[in-house]
């Protein structure tokens, strides 16, 4: 009983403690993460690896897998990075990614001894479910942060973390902003094309050829801004993409406009090109028609990429409205 009336005068007291005063305003955004760390210099982030303190402030960032455009996107310069593909970047990008020295080809080939001598404050970086990274070889230099990205849907559900993670959380939400407005835009000026036409965006490969899927990176935003993939690709909701050999070209037979990813000066690569050059390409009735358009940085993993993706797809709807 007595236990009961002291649990029941706290229930009490605490009410009345809440009740009493003005209401408070929401916390900021960082409030909660800078409070648990116990330091204003420093917050702390939810990571796949769990809650890890990071500075509220970093000035030497290192940025791993998948993740150094979405860094460069928020105006930071990443003091090391690994190795980067020209292709997801324009000219005036890539001067800027070659320009940071690289630690290795791929996170299997980091040079730690070169990361620890470059003395960062923090480290962010994706990684794939069931790998493992070196986590513990790169908490020993520098608050690591990993987040687990196995599909491109994961790596956009991540690029917000990875801006709080650098206290960029504001900058990432403006860009969100602008890429809401730009699928309205072009779901509202288009109505009417996308209603009568069908995609299809290819790449070559070693054996074939690839039609990316919904799920694809290009795929989730060309389907958000209202481009019906074909038959070929839309039902496939598991892969990146559909593979097929160069025999199977013809099943793009029914496809309105085809797409193609494009090297940054806008001309296919080499696999892509041997695709471009097959005679049953030639014959199809987009290509027929000249709707066939070349696409560039269409796996840059950031906001900005995307709305330049945006962009050549605003073109080419221009083109066919």
Not at 67 to 74: R, Y
Not at 118 to 137: A, C
Request: net charge negative; aromatic share 8%.
């Amino acid at each position: 009983m007595k236990l009961t009336g002291l649990i029941l005068g706290a229930l009490i007291f605490a009410t009345a403690a809440c009740g009493s005063g003005a209401a408070e305003e929401p916390a900021a955004t960082n409030a909660p993460a800078a409070a648990a760390s116990g330091d204003p210099a420093t917050r702390v982030v939810e990571t796949a690896n769990g809650p890890v303190t990071v500075p509220a402030e970093p000035k030497r960032v290192v940025s791993l897998l998948n993740s150094t455009a979405a860094v460069l996107e928020l105006g930071i310069t990443p003091i090391a990075v690994l190795q980067e593909w020209e292709g997801d970047y324009s000219p005036e990008e890539w001067a800027k990614v070659t320009a940071i020295p690289v630690l290795g080809a791929d996170e299997t080939s980091i040079n730690y001894e070169q990361l620890a001598q470059l003395e960062p404050d923090l480290i962010v970086s994706t990684q794939r479910r069931d790998e493992d990274f070196g986590y513990d070889k790169l908490s020993a230099i520098a608050p690591t942060a990993m987040f687990v990205t196995d599909n491109p849907a994961e790596v956009r559900e991540v690029l917000p973390k990875i801006a709080e993670t650098l206290g960029e959380s504001d900058a990432m939400a403006g860009r969100i902003s602008e890429y809401q407005a730009k699928i309205a835009d072009i779901k509202s000026r288009y109505a009417t094309v996308l209603a009568e036409t069908t995609w299809d965006y290819v790449e070559g490969g070693p054996e074939g050829f690839v039609a990316n899927s919904p799920v694809s990176w290009p795929g989730l935003f060309m389907e958000e801004a209202g481009l019906t993939f074909s038959k070929v690709a839309t039902g496939e909701r598991e892969n990146r993409g559909v593979r097929l050999s160069f025999e199977q070209v013809s099943q793009l037979q029914d496809t309105a406009v085809l797409l193609y990813g494009a090297q940054p000066d806008g001309t296919a690569d080499p696999a892509t090109q041997k695709l471009l050059d097959q005679g049953s390409w030639k014959l199809l009735p987009a290509v027929k028609e000249g709707h066939v358009y070349p696409v560039r940085f269409g796996y840059q993993y950031s906001y900005k990429g995307v709305l330049q993706l945006l962009d050549q797809l605003d073109a080419v709807l221009a083109q066919l409205a």
